[in-house]
């Protein structure tokens, strides 16, 4: 039996990496699959990727921190899907400056992304989950929300903090409708969001430290971080709610 049979889904920012993985894991597991990215073109060939396992899919270009586009966002996924059944709140975007460097633009960006995005995808999605009494609402958060950063990014780190408590402020909101409201943290996932603004000098160094701290010693794959999506939006877990799961091989640098 599929784990998502008959159930339609958007992840945010899935063109690439674990937000791609998350998407295809659904799909595999009988979802169709809504796919939202500001990349239109890497968005399109992950929803084809899709289609091929049997699904549905569609791929909608849309910047979640933008009110007007996510409302457009939502209402072409369901007219053409017909409904929609869980959200994961994946689009992210790292921050990569101190304290002394960072600009207002780029604070505001990576928090308007990483926070404001998750904000505006759940308050345009719940009417029609309240309607129905059922959904699903996964975000992803970071290691980095919980423990804090060693160095820099206090612009993604206070975001990223952020989704965890809102996390469990829609869960109280939502919980009477029948919606869970969930937040998992990744931690050590190498994607092509590791390499942004990271030289590859910076990007060894990131494996080392990973590889050091964490119980396990070793990096994470997507697939690790889309398993316990997939739990997390699945009836398997109809009674966890207002949660916050890391998923970081054991990152004793954050404990
Ligand atoms: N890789 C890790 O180890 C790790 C660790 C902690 C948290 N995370 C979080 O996991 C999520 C996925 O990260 P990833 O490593 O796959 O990064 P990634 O950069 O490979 O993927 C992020 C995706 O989000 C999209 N995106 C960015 N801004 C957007 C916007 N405004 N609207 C819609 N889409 C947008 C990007 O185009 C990209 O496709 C992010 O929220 C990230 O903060 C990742």
Known sequence: ???????????????????????????????????????????????????????????????????????????????????????????????????????????????????????????????????????????ISSIEGMGGSAKSSSNYTAAKAGVIQMTKTHARELGAYGINVNCVCPGGIITEGTFNGRSPEAVEKHKANVVEHACLARLGDAREIASLVLFLVSDESSYVTAQNIACDGGRFDRM
């Open 1 to 139: 039996m599929e784990r998502l049979a008959g159930k339609v889904a958007l992840v945010t920012g899935s063109a690439r990496g674990i937000g791609k993985v998350i998407a295809m894991t659904f799909a595999g597991e009988g979802a169709d699959v809504v796919v939202n990215d500001i990349r239109a073109s890497e968005a399109e060939k992950t929803a084809q990727e899709i289609k091929q396992l049997g699904h549905k899919a569609i791929a909608i270009t849309a910047d979640v921190s933008n009110k007007e586009q996510v409302k457009n966002m939502m209402q072409s996924a369901m007219q053409q899907l017909g409904k929609l059944d869980i959200l994961v709140n994946n689009a992210g975007t790292p921050g990569r400056a101190t304290l002394l460097d960072m600009s207002e633009e780029v604070w505001d960006r990576v928090v308007d992304v990483n926070l404001k995005g998750v904000f505006l995808c759940t308050q345009a999605i719940a009417p029609h989950m309240i309607e129905r009494k059922y959904g699903k609402i996964l975000n």
